[in-house]
């Protein structure tokens, strides 16, 4: 009885599958790369609603929206001194983070002094990581100098938000915005509180052309999520701080050579994520106007949204 053989592939035909295989992986990797980006775009949003829900908490039981930045480099108010830090530090109870809020310690002086390098270091809050973000995936940023600090890829409306720098009318310059959600004319909905921006801009340009003070001698940015200073301005988490009017406008997918520390920025070429002050959250395109951008940043202004909104 015959035995039948068996031939097998020739170097042409095993080229000519791989090269096959090689072609469908081109195909599927960009299908692959798009759900991915709207996986993290949805959990984006997410967050942002979370986070839009926790100041409509904080509204409720405390009487106005936390503001964007309790200054500690002032003079303190027992008050107010141990809320000190950013609406990110102020909301964490309403956000199921109890425990990280209670960190502070009470008996330094004054008050809560030793809260926030207890806060800042080690302890990534995973409602304000953007996974859009490629610069902080893990919520943590090694600064070699100083060491691990927790970030964060989204960012505050300085405007839109209040803030409270000093309150002590004997040591001016006293710069009170306290916000209830009635003192926004404007609209809530059409009202910025909240945005997307770069966890960390690494821009030595930055550092050698715009910055001033100790924010020039180093060239790493980091948004520490609960940080309050008017020192080192640009490691809070904030927009519409420094830059204001028109040019406070987002930029759209910055690198490290481009990126200012001082701005929003979109993750991605379509448009940012931002949180508004109805709690929803809303994709602004990138090719919407300087202007638009800061009427919607405005809680009180006046002006009336352009068409690109």
């Given amino acids: 009885m015959r035995r039948s053989s068996r031939r097998g592939f020739t170097l042409i035909e095993l080229l ?11 195909l599927l990797l960009p299908a692959v790369q798009k759900v991915r980006e709207a996986a993290a775009r949805t959990e984006s949003t997410n967050n942002l609603k979370q986070i839009g829900l926790a100041i409509h908490g904080y509204h409720d039981a ?3 929206v936390p503001p964007s930045i309790i200054d500690w480099d002032q003079d303190w108010n027992p008050a107010w001194y141990n809320r000190c830090g950013s609406t990110f530090y102020q909301i964490l109870p309403y956000i199921e983070q109890d425990a990280l809020a209670k960190i502070a310690d009470p008996t330094s002086t004054p008050p809560g002094a030793m809260y926030f390098w207890n806060i800042y ?10 996974p859009s973000d490629a610069t902080s995936i893990t919520g943590l940023f090694l600064d070699a100098a100083y060491g691990n600090y927790g970030v964060t890829g989204y960012a505050l409306n300085y405007e839109g938000l209040g803030y ?5 009318p004997s040591h001016p310059p006293v710069i009170h915005k306290i916000m209830r959600l009635t003192d926004v004319s404007d609209g809530l909905t059409n009202t910025i509180f909240t945005a997307e921006k770069m966890a960390v801009c690494q821009n030595p340009v930055y550092a050698a052309t715009i910055a001033t003070g100790d924010s020039a001698t180093d060239s790493n940015y980091y948004q520490i999520w609960a940080y309050g200073r008017t020192a080192w301005p640009e490691w809070n988490p904030l927009f519409a701080y420094q830059v204001t009017g028109p040019a406070s406008k987002f930029q759209s997918k910055p690198t490290n050579e481009t990126c200012d520390p001082r701005l929003a920025s979109a993750p991605r070429s379509a448009g940012i994520l931002t949180g508004l002050g109805d709690g ?6 990138s090719t919407v106007s300087p202007d638009t951008w800061w009427f919607a940043c405005t809680p009180n202004g006046g002006e009336v949204l352009g068409t690109d909104w």
Avoid: E
């Fill in 62 to 64: 405390i009487g106005y």
């Fill in 280 to 285: 929803s959250v809303r994709l602004v395109a």
């Fill in 16 to 26: 000519v599958v791989i090269a096959i295989i090689a072609i469908l992986i081109g």
């Fill in 164 to 168: 409270f720098i000093n309150d002590d």
């Fill in 121 to 130: 270091q080690d302890h990534p809050v995973k409602t304000y990581i953007n």
